[in-house]
C-alpha cells in the first residue's frame, strides 16, 4: 500500500517515507479495528462533526443526539484505536481527528454512502 500520490519503486520495494507494499497482520488488526468503529452510527456522527472543527464532549454529544457519558465512552474507544486525540483546556478536553489519514478515510466513507443513498454514479 503506497501513500497518496506516491508510487512504489520499479523493484518493488517501497520508497523511502511511502507505506511497505506487503500487509503485516498488525497492519490488517489496526485496519480492522478501525473500520469496526466506524461502524456505529453514533460514533460516525461524532467523527463527521470532528471533520467540521475540534469539538468538546458537550458539543460531540449534541452532534451525536446522545448524552455526555455515552459520547464520552465512544471517545475512549477512538482514542484508543487512535483515530482521535484530545488536548486538555483548562476544565474541558477538546478533541479532534488524528491525522490526515483518518479525514481521508472518513470523508471517502461518507462520499462513498452519499453515492449509495443518492444512487449517483461511481467515479475515480
Known sequence: ?????????????AAPGDHPRE??????????????????PTRVRM??????????VASLAAAAGCRA????????KLR????VEGQRHGQRVV??????????LLSEALFHADHQVSGESVHD
Open 47 to 56: 467523527l463527521w462533526a470532528l471533520l467540521q472543527s475540534d469539538l468538546d
Open 80 to 83: 484508543f484505536a487512535g483515530l
Open 23 to 40: 500487509l503485516t497482520e498488525a497492519q490488517v488488526a489496526a485496519a480492522v479495528m478501525s473500520f469496526s468503529l466506524l461502524a456505529d
Open 95 to 104: 478533541y479532534r481527528l488524528r491525522g490526515g489519514h483518518v479525514r481521508a
Open 1 to 13: 500500500m503506497t501513500s497518496a500520490g506516491s508510487r512504489p519503486s520499479p523493484s518493488g520495494a
Open 69 to 76: 457519558t455515552v459520547a464520552s465512552q465512544h471517545l475512549s
